[in-house]
């Protein structure tokens, strides 16, 4: 056990490191397992060695971070702890002050975790990048940001953003409307994170000039993609073929981004997983970068990383020689 008292010389910043009516030390102090009082200009922090050098990393990194501008919360004290849990080296600055975009509404997006962080770096630097891991760990929407970023910075002429039409796990049956009414309810989650990133009348327009499309993956056959950013989302569910298909559509000064969740395959039993398939095949070749994610950089409830912690567990009681985070085999 130990105790490590820490002097702030600025009164302003330490208020708002410590949050309103100290909500963001108390949140330190659950997550770390330590015991922690704010006095005067000073934070007393007391508990088991390690826990009390992680919550002192920890309020020194933030405490810099809010003297350079940035406003601390408690989820980024959350955040800031499993950082440098994982990696007490990890410079907080470094993952938090890298900003992908600022949206309309003037929200700064940037990673929050460090494989956040490798996976926006991954896409500055290479071509093609796959996002493999759970639900809610920002994989569409970090890739997104960098689309809309690289099309206003004019890195790129369009952006092209795709998704298998499969069902997940039910059957909906016929579908009224033409052909693109039919295939909006499988497109719906991208169109959300566009307008999350852009004003709805600008990507309205966008859209009306084909300057950001919005397709099912099938309507990519026989194109040639220049100048573009195209992302396929939940491409778990894209047989081995169309994996192929889309991967050989990018064309001069184009990049792709690959995103999905292995363990959340709703092709038909027997049908292999053109996203598994491709992490075996296309590992290892110059300018492709595999970034893999695991519930620790979930960025959405907190209970959405038990909940995964969970099943992956039952998956691996169940199947023992199944590795943590993979698909279990189907079932017709």
Avoid at 194 to 218: C, N, Q, T, W, Y
Avoid at 230 to 250: G, S
Avoid at 273 to 281: D, K, M, N, P
Avoid at 303 to 326: K, M, N, S, T
């Amino acid at each position: 056990m130990s105790e490590q008292r820490l002097s702030f010389d600025d009164s302003d910043s330490l208020r708002s490191l410590l949050g309103p009516h100290e909500a963001n030390l108390r949140h330190l102090a659950d997550d770390a397992g330590v015991s922690a009082r704010a006095r005067g200009g000073e934070v007393v922090l007391s508990g088991p060695d390690e826990a009390v050098a992680l919550a002192t990393a920890v309020l020194e990194q933030l405490y810099q971070l809010i003297h350079q501008g940035y406003p601390v919360y408690e989820v980024d004290v959350d955040f800031a702890v499993r950082i440098l849990a994982a990696d007490p080296a990890a410079s907080l600055k470094d993952i938090f002050l890298d900003q992908v975009y600022i949206t309309g509404k003037r929200r700064i997006i940037s990673p929050k975790t460090i494989n956040q962080k490798k996976y926006i770096e991954a896409i500055r630097r290479h071509d093609i990048v796959f996002g493999i891991g759970p639900a809610g760990t920002g994989k569409t929407y970090l890739a997104m940001a960098m689309a809309v970023d690289c099309l206003l910075k004019g890195k790129v002429d369009r952006i092209v953003l795709c998704r298998p039409a499969v069902e997940a796990g039910e059957r909906l049956g016929y579908l009224p409307g033409d052909l693109a009414d039919k295939v909006n309810p499988y497109l719906r989650p991208l169109y959300d994170a566009l307008h999350d990133m852009i004003d709805f009348d600008k990507a309205g327009r966008l859209m009306s000039k084909g300057v950001i499309e919005v397709a099912p993956l099938a309507f990519m056959r026989g194109r040639t993609l220049n100048s573009a950013f195209v992302i396929l989302d939940e491409a778990q569910n894209a047989k081995t073929e169309q994996m192929k298909m889309f991967l050989t559509r990018l064309g001069f000064d184009s990049r792709a981004v690959i995103t999905g969740d292995v363990t959340q395959v709703d092709l038909p039993g027997g049908t292999a997983s053109g996203l598994v398939e491709a992490r075996r095949i296309l590992a290892g070749i110059k300018g492709i970068s595999f970034i893999l994610f695991n519930e620790t950089d979930v960025v959405r409830h907190s209970l959405v990383r038990a909940i995964i912690r969970a099943y992956d567990e039952d998956g691996l009681r169940r199947d023992p020689g199944r590795p943590a985070g993979q698909p279990e085999p189907h079932a017709d």
